[in-house]
Protein backbone atom coordinates (compact mmCIF):
# COMPACT_ATOMS: atom_id res chain seq x y z
CA UNK A 1 0.00 0.00 0.00
CA UNK A 2 2.86 2.56 1.19
CA UNK A 3 4.52 1.37 -2.19
CA UNK A 4 1.51 2.13 -4.36
CA UNK A 5 1.40 5.50 -2.72
CA UNK A 6 4.57 6.26 -3.29
CA UNK A 7 4.63 5.74 -6.98
CA UNK A 8 1.51 7.89 -7.96
CA UNK A 9 4.27 10.72 -7.23
CA UNK A 10 6.61 9.06 -8.97
CA UNK A 11 4.04 9.47 -12.28
CA UNK A 12 4.70 12.99 -13.71
CA UNK A 13 1.34 13.23 -15.37
CA UNK A 14 -0.75 11.48 -12.48
CA UNK A 15 1.21 13.30 -9.22
CA UNK A 16 -0.52 16.86 -10.99
CA UNK A 17 -3.87 15.23 -11.39
CA UNK A 18 -4.08 14.76 -8.03
CA UNK A 19 -2.44 17.16 -6.55
CA UNK A 20 -4.73 19.55 -8.98
CA UNK A 21 -7.95 17.46 -7.60
CA UNK A 22 -6.95 18.33 -4.10
CA UNK A 23 -6.30 21.86 -4.59
CA UNK A 24 -9.67 22.28 -5.98
CA UNK A 25 -11.33 20.52 -3.04
CA UNK A 26 -9.69 22.96 -0.72
CA UNK A 27 -10.73 26.32 -2.33
CA UNK A 28 -14.37 24.18 -2.28
CA UNK A 29 -13.20 23.62 1.65
CA UNK A 30 -12.34 27.39 1.74
CA UNK A 31 -15.30 28.98 -0.35
CA UNK A 32 -17.85 26.77 2.37
CA UNK A 33 -17.16 28.62 5.00
CA UNK A 34 -17.70 32.78 3.69
CA UNK A 35 -21.04 33.68 4.72
CA UNK A 36 -23.18 35.47 2.75
CA UNK A 37 -23.00 39.74 3.16
CA UNK A 38 -25.32 40.94 5.77
CA UNK A 39 -26.44 37.53 7.47
CA UNK A 40 -25.64 36.96 11.37
CA UNK A 41 -23.53 33.81 11.59
CA UNK A 42 -24.06 33.34 15.50
CA UNK A 43 -27.26 33.40 15.05
CA UNK A 44 -27.32 30.49 12.71
CA UNK A 45 -24.68 28.82 15.12
CA UNK A 46 -27.03 28.98 17.89
CA UNK A 47 -30.02 27.88 15.86
CA UNK A 48 -27.86 25.00 14.72
CA UNK A 49 -27.44 23.58 18.41
CA UNK A 50 -30.67 23.99 19.58
CA UNK A 51 -31.31 21.55 16.28
CA UNK A 52 -28.51 19.58 17.67
CA UNK A 53 -29.89 19.18 20.75
CA UNK A 54 -33.91 18.11 20.02
CA UNK A 55 -32.18 15.67 17.50
CA UNK A 56 -32.95 15.40 13.85
CA UNK A 57 -35.89 13.56 14.46
CA UNK A 58 -37.83 16.81 12.66
CA UNK A 59 -38.78 17.32 9.03
CA UNK A 60 -36.32 20.18 9.05
CA UNK A 61 -33.72 18.76 10.67
CA UNK A 62 -33.73 15.62 8.34
CA UNK A 63 -34.20 18.10 5.45
CA UNK A 64 -30.61 19.76 6.68
CA UNK A 65 -28.85 16.45 6.56
CA UNK A 66 -29.86 15.92 3.03
CA UNK A 67 -29.02 18.67 1.63
CA UNK A 68 -25.73 18.72 3.50
CA UNK A 69 -25.43 15.12 2.13
CA UNK A 70 -26.28 15.08 -1.20
CA UNK A 71 -25.32 18.76 -2.41
CA UNK A 72 -22.19 19.57 -0.78
CA UNK A 73 -23.84 22.46 0.71
CA UNK A 74 -25.72 23.05 4.28
CA UNK A 75 -28.66 24.82 5.19
CA UNK A 76 -27.75 25.34 8.79
CA UNK A 77 -25.49 28.49 8.07
CA UNK A 78 -25.85 30.81 5.20
CA UNK A 79 -22.99 30.62 2.79
CA UNK A 80 -21.98 31.12 -0.43
CA UNK A 81 -22.04 27.51 -0.77
CA UNK A 82 -25.16 27.41 0.75
CA UNK A 83 -26.78 25.87 -2.38
CA UNK A 84 -23.97 23.61 -3.02
CA UNK A 85 -24.08 21.40 -6.22
CA UNK A 86 -27.77 20.78 -5.67
CA UNK A 87 -29.37 22.66 -8.59
CA UNK A 88 -26.43 21.28 -11.23
CA UNK A 89 -27.55 17.74 -9.91
CA UNK A 90 -31.12 18.32 -10.28
CA UNK A 91 -31.12 19.48 -14.07
CA UNK A 92 -28.79 16.46 -14.77
CA UNK A 93 -31.10 14.66 -14.32
CA UNK A 94 -34.06 16.34 -15.72
CA UNK A 95 -32.02 16.12 -18.63
CA UNK A 96 -31.63 12.43 -18.58
CA UNK A 97 -35.29 11.53 -17.62
CA UNK A 98 -36.36 14.04 -20.70
CA UNK A 99 -33.97 12.36 -22.67
CA UNK A 100 -36.25 8.79 -22.99
CA UNK A 101 -39.24 10.47 -23.61
CA UNK A 102 -38.18 13.39 -25.82
CA UNK A 103 -37.29 12.23 -29.23
CA UNK A 104 -34.71 14.91 -30.31
CA UNK A 105 -32.54 14.41 -27.05
CA UNK A 106 -32.85 10.81 -27.30
CA UNK A 107 -31.54 11.28 -31.00
CA UNK A 108 -28.85 14.14 -29.57
CA UNK A 109 -27.28 11.17 -26.98
CA UNK A 110 -26.75 8.85 -29.47
CA UNK A 111 -24.67 11.50 -30.91
CA UNK A 112 -21.99 10.76 -29.16
CA UNK A 113 -19.60 13.19 -27.78
CA UNK A 114 -21.09 16.40 -30.25
CA UNK A 115 -24.56 15.35 -28.65
CA UNK A 116 -23.24 14.63 -24.78
CA UNK A 117 -21.55 18.62 -24.93
CA UNK A 118 -24.51 20.06 -26.43
CA UNK A 119 -27.00 18.43 -24.03
CA UNK A 120 -24.22 19.51 -21.11
CA UNK A 121 -24.77 22.69 -22.34
CA UNK A 122 -28.45 23.35 -22.23
CA UNK A 123 -27.51 21.62 -18.19
CA UNK A 124 -25.35 24.54 -17.65
CA UNK A 125 -28.50 26.82 -18.84
CA UNK A 126 -30.78 25.30 -16.65
CA UNK A 127 -28.72 25.31 -13.39
CA UNK A 128 -29.10 29.16 -13.24
CA UNK A 129 -32.90 29.03 -13.29
CA UNK A 130 -33.09 26.39 -10.68
CA UNK A 131 -30.56 28.54 -8.40
CA UNK A 132 -32.70 31.71 -8.24
CA UNK A 133 -35.73 29.40 -7.81
CA UNK A 134 -33.82 27.47 -4.93
CA UNK A 135 -32.40 30.47 -3.40
CA UNK A 136 -35.55 32.18 -3.19
CA UNK A 137 -36.66 29.66 -1.41
CA UNK A 138 -33.26 29.09 1.23
CA UNK A 139 -34.04 32.91 1.67
CA UNK A 140 -37.44 32.97 2.79
CA UNK A 141 -36.76 30.06 5.08
CA UNK A 142 -33.42 31.38 6.47
CA UNK A 143 -34.67 35.22 6.75
CA UNK A 144 -38.22 35.06 7.97
CA UNK A 145 -39.31 37.72 10.11
CA UNK A 146 -39.65 35.52 12.99
CA UNK A 147 -35.68 34.24 12.66
CA UNK A 148 -33.59 37.36 13.44
CA UNK A 149 -30.60 35.63 11.31
CA UNK A 150 -29.05 39.36 10.00
CA UNK A 151 -27.03 41.59 11.45
CA UNK A 152 -28.91 44.15 13.66
CA UNK A 153 -27.16 47.08 11.48
CA UNK A 154 -29.36 45.36 8.23
CA UNK A 155 -32.51 44.65 9.78
CA UNK A 156 -33.91 47.70 8.62
CA UNK A 157 -32.26 47.36 5.17
CA UNK A 158 -34.37 44.02 4.50
CA UNK A 159 -35.43 45.31 0.87
CA UNK A 160 -34.91 44.44 -2.25
CA UNK A 161 -31.20 44.76 -2.40
CA UNK A 162 -30.38 42.44 0.23
CA UNK A 163 -32.72 39.52 -0.98
CA UNK A 164 -31.00 40.33 -4.74
CA UNK A 165 -27.28 40.53 -3.24
CA UNK A 166 -28.05 37.03 -1.72
CA UNK A 167 -29.67 35.12 -4.07
CA UNK A 168 -27.35 36.61 -6.78
CA UNK A 169 -24.44 35.42 -4.06
CA UNK A 170 -26.29 31.42 -3.78
CA UNK A 171 -26.42 31.56 -7.56
CA UNK A 172 -22.37 32.72 -8.24
CA UNK A 173 -21.66 29.74 -5.48
CA UNK A 174 -23.13 27.13 -7.46
CA UNK A 175 -21.78 28.29 -10.87
CA UNK A 176 -18.76 28.58 -9.30
CA UNK A 177 -18.67 24.66 -7.60
CA UNK A 178 -19.85 23.36 -11.54
CA UNK A 179 -17.32 25.12 -12.91
CA UNK A 180 -14.87 23.68 -10.43
CA UNK A 181 -16.07 20.26 -10.84
CA UNK A 182 -15.75 20.40 -14.57
CA UNK A 183 -11.90 21.42 -14.13
CA UNK A 184 -11.51 18.44 -11.96
CA UNK A 185 -12.81 16.47 -14.82
CA UNK A 186 -10.41 17.96 -17.32
CA UNK A 187 -7.17 18.52 -15.17
CA UNK A 188 -8.12 16.21 -12.65
CA UNK A 189 -8.60 12.76 -11.47
CA UNK A 190 -12.14 11.27 -11.33
CA UNK A 191 -16.04 12.70 -11.45
CA UNK A 192 -15.41 16.82 -10.46
CA UNK A 193 -19.37 16.51 -9.07
CA UNK A 194 -18.94 13.32 -7.11
CA UNK A 195 -15.90 14.37 -5.64
CA UNK A 196 -17.08 18.17 -4.28
CA UNK A 197 -20.06 15.33 -3.01
CA UNK A 198 -17.46 13.15 -1.54
CA UNK A 199 -15.55 15.87 -0.03
CA UNK A 200 -18.65 17.56 2.16
CA UNK A 201 -19.84 13.92 3.64
CA UNK A 202 -15.88 13.29 4.93
CA UNK A 203 -16.20 17.09 5.82
CA UNK A 204 -18.78 15.49 8.64
CA UNK A 205 -16.68 12.59 9.74
CA UNK A 206 -14.36 14.67 12.27
CA UNK A 207 -17.28 16.42 14.05
CA UNK A 208 -19.28 12.70 14.43
CA UNK A 209 -16.03 10.99 15.74
CA UNK A 210 -16.08 14.13 17.85
CA UNK A 211 -19.44 13.64 19.34
CA UNK A 212 -18.73 9.58 19.68
CA UNK A 213 -15.41 10.26 22.55
CA UNK A 214 -17.69 13.02 24.02
CA UNK A 215 -20.60 10.40 24.50
CA UNK A 216 -18.54 7.39 25.18
CA UNK A 217 -18.31 6.35 29.37
CA UNK A 218 -15.37 4.41 29.43
CA UNK A 219 -16.03 3.88 32.59
CA UNK A 220 -17.43 0.19 33.24
CA UNK A 221 -20.22 -0.40 35.61
CA UNK A 222 -20.52 3.60 36.78
CA UNK A 223 -23.42 4.98 34.56
CA UNK A 224 -23.27 8.54 33.17
CA UNK A 225 -26.71 10.19 31.55
CA UNK A 226 -24.41 12.54 29.60
CA UNK A 227 -22.59 9.30 28.18
CA UNK A 228 -24.69 6.91 27.40
CA UNK A 229 -22.30 4.95 24.84
CA UNK A 230 -20.66 2.23 26.11
CA UNK A 231 -17.28 0.20 25.01
CA UNK A 232 -19.31 -2.26 23.38
CA UNK A 233 -21.32 0.05 21.33
CA UNK A 234 -18.25 1.63 20.52
CA UNK A 235 -17.26 -2.27 18.96
CA UNK A 236 -19.90 -2.61 17.44
CA UNK A 237 -20.43 0.54 15.76
CA UNK A 238 -16.73 -0.51 14.39
CA UNK A 239 -17.62 -4.28 13.30
CA UNK A 240 -20.82 -2.70 12.06
CA UNK A 241 -19.30 0.08 9.70
CA UNK A 242 -16.83 -2.66 8.18
CA UNK A 243 -19.46 -5.30 7.50
CA UNK A 244 -21.43 -2.32 5.79
CA UNK A 245 -18.79 -0.89 3.88
CA UNK A 246 -17.57 -4.12 2.86
CA UNK A 247 -21.02 -4.95 1.58
CA UNK A 248 -21.57 -1.90 -0.30
CA UNK A 249 -18.45 -2.71 -2.32
CA UNK A 250 -19.85 -6.38 -3.07
CA UNK A 251 -22.99 -4.87 -4.68
CA UNK A 252 -21.71 -1.76 -6.21
CA UNK A 253 -19.59 -4.13 -8.46
CA UNK A 254 -21.80 -7.06 -8.33
CA UNK A 255 -22.98 -7.97 -12.07
CA UNK A 256 -25.09 -10.48 -13.65
CA UNK A 257 -22.82 -11.72 -16.43
CA UNK A 258 -24.73 -13.00 -20.07
CA UNK A 259 -22.82 -15.73 -21.76
CA UNK A 260 -22.49 -13.55 -25.83
CA UNK A 261 -21.55 -15.74 -28.67
CA UNK A 262 -20.32 -14.20 -32.13
CA UNK A 263 -21.20 -15.54 -35.27
CA UNK A 264 -18.56 -16.52 -37.77
CA UNK A 265 -17.65 -15.10 -40.41
CA UNK A 266 -15.70 -16.66 -43.44
CA UNK A 267 -13.78 -14.54 -45.63
CA UNK A 268 -11.77 -16.60 -48.65
CA UNK A 269 -9.92 -18.98 -46.18
CA UNK A 270 -9.90 -17.32 -43.28
CA UNK A 271 -12.93 -17.54 -40.29
CA UNK A 272 -13.21 -14.37 -38.24
CA UNK A 273 -15.52 -14.04 -34.69
CA UNK A 274 -16.82 -17.08 -32.93
CA UNK A 275 -15.30 -15.49 -29.42
CA UNK A 276 -17.46 -16.19 -26.05
CA UNK A 277 -17.78 -12.93 -24.02
CA UNK A 278 -20.19 -11.79 -21.45
CA UNK A 279 -22.83 -9.30 -20.91
CA UNK A 280 -22.55 -7.34 -17.58
CA UNK A 281 -25.53 -6.91 -16.19
CA UNK A 282 -25.51 -4.45 -13.04
CA UNK A 283 -27.22 -5.99 -10.15
CA UNK A 284 -27.74 -2.85 -8.83
CA UNK A 285 -28.34 -0.87 -12.06
CA UNK A 286 -29.52 2.38 -10.26
CA UNK A 287 -26.86 3.28 -8.01
CA UNK A 288 -27.71 5.67 -5.58
CA UNK A 289 -30.74 7.38 -7.37
CA UNK A 290 -33.48 5.18 -5.70
CA UNK A 291 -32.57 6.04 -2.35
CA UNK A 292 -32.20 9.95 -3.23
CA UNK A 293 -35.63 10.00 -4.69
CA UNK A 294 -37.37 8.13 -1.54
CA UNK A 295 -35.64 9.78 0.97
CA UNK A 296 -36.77 13.24 -0.70
CA UNK A 297 -40.00 12.53 -0.89
CA UNK A 298 -40.15 11.18 2.61
CA UNK A 299 -39.42 14.51 3.58
CA UNK A 300 -42.76 15.95 2.69
CA UNK A 301 -45.13 13.90 5.34
CA UNK A 302 -42.99 14.73 7.93
CA UNK A 303 -43.24 18.52 7.13
CA UNK A 304 -46.99 18.39 6.33
CA UNK A 305 -47.66 16.24 9.42
CA UNK A 306 -45.17 18.34 11.81
CA UNK A 307 -47.05 21.39 10.81
CA UNK A 308 -50.72 19.47 11.70
CA UNK A 309 -49.31 18.63 15.26
CA UNK A 310 -48.21 22.20 15.66
CA UNK A 311 -51.91 23.19 15.31
CA UNK A 312 -53.03 22.08 18.66
CA UNK A 313 -56.08 20.13 16.65
CA UNK A 314 -58.29 18.45 19.20
CA UNK A 315 -61.04 15.75 19.58
CA UNK A 316 -59.64 11.94 16.67
CA UNK A 317 -58.93 14.06 14.19
CA UNK A 318 -55.79 15.99 16.26
CA UNK A 319 -55.10 12.52 17.93
CA UNK A 320 -54.35 11.27 14.31
CA UNK A 321 -52.09 13.59 13.43
CA UNK A 322 -50.24 13.28 16.52
CA UNK A 323 -50.22 9.63 15.97
CA UNK A 324 -49.36 9.76 12.35
CA UNK A 325 -46.73 12.62 13.36
CA UNK A 326 -44.96 9.89 15.25
CA UNK A 327 -45.45 7.68 13.10
CA UNK A 328 -43.79 9.20 10.04
CA UNK A 329 -40.91 10.41 12.64
CA UNK A 330 -37.46 8.73 11.77
CA UNK A 331 -37.29 5.65 12.92
CA UNK A 332 -41.31 4.89 13.05
CA UNK A 333 -42.72 2.37 11.39
CA UNK A 334 -44.37 3.53 8.88
CA UNK A 335 -41.85 5.93 7.86
CA UNK A 336 -39.70 2.31 6.96
CA UNK A 337 -42.20 0.48 5.31
CA UNK A 338 -43.42 3.41 3.48
CA UNK A 339 -39.73 4.04 2.38
CA UNK A 340 -38.97 1.01 1.82
CA UNK A 341 -42.09 0.72 -0.70
CA UNK A 342 -40.70 3.79 -2.20
CA UNK A 343 -37.19 2.26 -2.81
CA UNK A 344 -38.52 -0.54 -5.03
CA UNK A 345 -40.68 1.53 -6.86
CA UNK A 346 -37.74 4.08 -7.82
CA UNK A 347 -35.37 0.72 -8.22
CA UNK A 348 -37.49 -0.43 -10.61
CA UNK A 349 -38.37 3.00 -12.37
CA UNK A 350 -35.07 3.94 -13.00
CA UNK A 351 -34.19 0.74 -13.95
CA UNK A 352 -36.71 0.56 -16.72
CA UNK A 353 -35.72 4.57 -17.97
CA UNK A 354 -31.96 3.55 -18.17
CA UNK A 355 -32.02 -0.13 -19.12
CA UNK A 356 -33.51 -0.35 -23.15
CA UNK A 357 -33.71 -4.30 -23.57
CA UNK A 358 -34.93 -4.00 -26.94
CA UNK A 359 -32.28 -1.62 -28.01
CA UNK A 360 -29.40 -3.50 -26.58
CA UNK A 361 -30.68 -6.73 -28.53
CA UNK A 362 -31.09 -4.77 -31.77
CA UNK A 363 -27.22 -3.68 -31.37
CA UNK A 364 -26.27 -7.42 -30.28
CA UNK A 365 -27.99 -8.35 -33.88
CA UNK A 366 -26.55 -5.75 -35.78
CA UNK A 367 -22.81 -7.01 -34.43
CA UNK A 368 -23.81 -10.09 -35.34
CA UNK A 369 -23.93 -11.47 -31.81
CA UNK A 370 -26.53 -13.70 -29.91
CA UNK A 371 -27.36 -15.42 -26.73
CA UNK A 372 -27.21 -18.76 -26.84
CA UNK A 373 -30.59 -20.97 -26.93
CA UNK A 374 -32.55 -17.30 -27.81
CA UNK A 375 -33.29 -16.12 -31.11
CA UNK A 376 -32.10 -12.55 -31.77
CA UNK A 377 -34.78 -9.78 -31.55
CA UNK A 378 -37.35 -10.35 -29.16
CA UNK A 379 -37.13 -13.37 -27.53
CA UNK A 380 -33.38 -11.93 -26.30
CA UNK A 381 -34.73 -8.67 -25.39
CA UNK A 382 -37.36 -10.47 -23.38
CA UNK A 383 -34.94 -12.60 -21.91
CA UNK A 384 -32.30 -9.30 -20.88
CA UNK A 385 -35.82 -7.85 -19.35
CA UNK A 386 -36.46 -10.53 -17.40
CA UNK A 387 -33.04 -11.02 -15.90
CA UNK A 388 -32.98 -7.46 -15.37
CA UNK A 389 -36.15 -7.37 -13.43
CA UNK A 390 -34.78 -10.28 -10.97
CA UNK A 391 -31.73 -8.47 -10.39
CA UNK A 392 -33.12 -5.38 -9.76
CA UNK A 393 -35.04 -7.31 -6.73
CA UNK A 394 -32.23 -7.89 -5.37
CA UNK A 395 -30.25 -4.43 -5.44
CA UNK A 396 -33.45 -2.91 -4.30
CA UNK A 397 -33.86 -5.11 -1.36
CA UNK A 398 -30.02 -4.52 -0.34
CA UNK A 399 -30.82 -0.62 -0.79
CA UNK A 400 -33.57 -1.04 1.57
CA UNK A 401 -30.92 -2.69 4.00
CA UNK A 402 -28.85 0.20 3.71
CA UNK A 403 -31.82 3.07 4.52
CA UNK A 404 -32.46 1.45 7.51
CA UNK A 405 -29.73 0.05 9.42
CA UNK A 406 -28.86 3.64 10.38
CA UNK A 407 -32.11 4.19 12.17
CA UNK A 408 -32.31 0.78 13.61
CA UNK A 409 -29.39 1.48 15.04
CA UNK A 410 -30.38 4.80 16.38
CA UNK A 411 -33.63 3.57 18.06
CA UNK A 412 -31.64 0.39 19.23
CA UNK A 413 -28.48 1.49 20.68
CA UNK A 414 -29.89 5.30 21.72
CA UNK A 415 -26.72 6.86 19.20
CA UNK A 416 -27.39 10.00 18.06
CA UNK A 417 -28.22 9.98 14.33
CA UNK A 418 -25.14 12.09 13.26
CA UNK A 419 -22.77 9.02 14.31
CA UNK A 420 -25.16 6.15 12.95
CA UNK A 421 -25.61 8.32 9.33
CA UNK A 422 -22.28 6.83 8.71
CA UNK A 423 -23.58 3.10 8.46
CA UNK A 424 -25.64 3.26 5.38
CA UNK A 425 -28.01 5.76 3.46
CA UNK A 426 -27.09 8.03 0.85
CA UNK A 427 -23.72 8.95 2.08
CA UNK A 428 -22.52 5.96 2.41
CA UNK A 429 -23.23 4.60 -1.16
CA UNK A 430 -21.90 7.94 -2.51
CA UNK A 431 -18.83 7.55 -0.79
CA UNK A 432 -18.04 3.51 -1.94
CA UNK A 433 -18.96 4.22 -5.36
CA UNK A 434 -16.52 7.66 -5.76
CA UNK A 435 -13.77 6.29 -3.43
CA UNK A 436 -14.63 2.88 -5.94
CA UNK A 437 -13.99 5.27 -9.50
CA UNK A 438 -11.12 6.80 -8.05
CA UNK A 439 -9.31 3.48 -7.10
CA UNK A 440 -9.93 1.99 -10.52
CA UNK A 441 -8.42 4.98 -12.32
CA UNK A 442 -5.78 5.20 -10.48
CA UNK A 443 -5.38 1.92 -10.83
CA UNK A 444 -5.32 2.06 -14.36
CA UNK A 445 -2.70 5.00 -14.67
CA UNK A 446 -0.66 2.68 -12.72
CA UNK A 447 -0.71 -0.11 -14.72
CA UNK A 448 -0.49 1.41 -18.14
CA UNK A 449 2.92 2.55 -16.88
CA UNK A 450 4.05 -0.84 -15.55
CA UNK A 451 3.34 -0.37 -11.96
CA UNK A 452 1.63 -2.17 -9.55
CA UNK A 453 -1.71 -0.87 -8.27
CA UNK A 454 -3.48 -1.07 -4.90
CA UNK A 455 -4.98 -4.92 -5.63
CA UNK A 456 -2.47 -5.98 -8.32
CA UNK A 457 1.20 -5.57 -6.36
CA UNK A 458 4.81 -4.54 -7.53
CA UNK A 459 4.66 -7.07 -10.48
CA UNK A 460 0.66 -5.86 -11.93
CA UNK A 461 0.03 -8.89 -12.43
CA UNK A 462 -2.52 -9.60 -9.82
CA UNK A 463 -6.20 -9.22 -9.94
CA UNK A 464 -7.82 -5.94 -10.45
CA UNK A 465 -11.31 -4.70 -9.22
CA UNK A 466 -13.57 -6.10 -11.21
CA UNK A 467 -17.72 -6.81 -10.69
CA UNK A 468 -18.03 -9.89 -8.97
CA UNK A 469 -20.61 -12.77 -10.74
CA UNK A 470 -24.09 -14.14 -9.78
Not at 186 to 194: A, H, R, T
Not at 371 to 399: Q, S, W
Not at 403 to 410: C, D, H, I, R
Not at 464 to 469: A, V
Amino acid sequence: MIKTFINIFRVPELRNKVLFTLFMLAIYRIGYHVPLPGTDQEQFAKMDAQRSKGGDESAAGRLANYVAIFSGGSLTQSTVFGLGIMPYISASIIFQLLGTVVPSLEKMQKEGESGRKKIQEWTRYATVPLCLVQGAFLMTAQFHSDHPLVQKMFIREMSLNFWLVGIISLTTGTIFLMWLGEQIDEYGLGNGVSLIILAGIVARMPAAIQQLIEQTNLRAGTPDPTKPITPGKVLFLAASFVFVVAGSILITQAQRRIPIQQAKHTRGRHIYGGQKQFLPLRVNHGGVMPIIFAQSLMLFPGVILGWLNGKNIGGALGAAASWLNLEFGRGGYLYILLESAMIYFFAYFWTTVQFQPKEMANQLRDYGSFIPGLRPGKRTADYLEKVMMRITYVGAAFLCVIAVVPMVVTEWLGIPFQISAFLGGTGLLIVVSVALDMVQRIEANLLMRNYGGFLSGDSGKGKRIKGRQY
